[in-house]
């Protein structure tokens, strides 16, 4: 039986519906058909508004970034560069915890292979992580030693990198105890220590 309301309209109840059976089943296992019945609704509902199932999962990926867009604006009113990076990464834990299917699905399904020309499914939304990250960077990497013996998107990459990292081992806890492991505030104490040892004493020297 659908958990989907029936209420919301064709679009959404396929949003949800593929949403729900990508990060429980993965990608290549959910089919069209069961996301159309999980829908309540047909297959071809689903290609007039995705085209495929590939499409679907795209715009999945697309509305959950859209819901993170918050983040840079609170970022944005930090009293420091630091305090932005970390609140950044800090929104984002907290957002994708609360949100484990968009979590899942990033982690497990956004950077994989796919379809005849081999491509990775990046969206928007993470490059635009990417450039938001590499900018802040930028800033507080300027007339600094690590500044000269590291670029600014080298860096960010690693950061985005960590994150995910620390994010999958507690996706994958999750599903093998039932326990996030690690915790949302030890990932967030990571990139606290991470972003002193980095950058605090940096600053100083600097002024």
């Known amino acids: 039986m659908s958990n989907v309301p029936v209420s919301s309209s064709v679009e959404q109840r396929l949003l949800q519906a ?3 059976l990508f990060a429980s089943q993965g990608f290549e296992n959910a089919t069209t058909s069961g ?3 999980e829908a309540g609704t047909s297959e071809s509902q689903l290609v007039k508004y995705f085209g495929s199932k590939e499409g679907l999962l795209q715009k999945i990926f697309e509305d959950g ?3 993170l867009n918050f983040v840079y604006t609170a970022a944005s009113v930090s ?3 630091v305090e932005s990076l970390r609140m950044i990464f800090e929104l984002l834990v907290k957002m994708l915890s609360q949100d484990r299917e968009l979590r ?3 982690l497990f399904e956004g950077r994989r292979i796919r379809g005849k020309n081999s491509e990775v499914l990046l969206t928007a939304g993470y490059y635009k992580l990417y450039d938001e990250v590499t900018r802040i960077l930028q800033v507080l990497m300027k007339d600094t030693q690590l500044g000269r013996n590291i670029r600014p998107q080298v860096l960010s990459g690693a950061l985005i990198g960590m994150l995910e990292s620390m994010l ?3 996706a994958m806890a999750e599903r093998k105890t039932g326990k996030p492991d690690p915790s949302p505030d ?3 104490a990571m990139f606290h220590l991470f972003t002193s040892s980095l950058f605090e004493p940096s600053i100083a020297r600097v002024a």
């Open 65 to 67: 970034w859209l819901k």
């Open 79 to 81: 009293n420091s560069p």
């Open 186 to 188: 030890e990932i967030r």
């Open 35 to 37: 996301i159309a019945r």
């Open 18 to 20: 593929g949403k729900r």
């Open 168 to 170: 999958r081992d507690q």
């Open 104 to 106: 899942d699905l990033m």
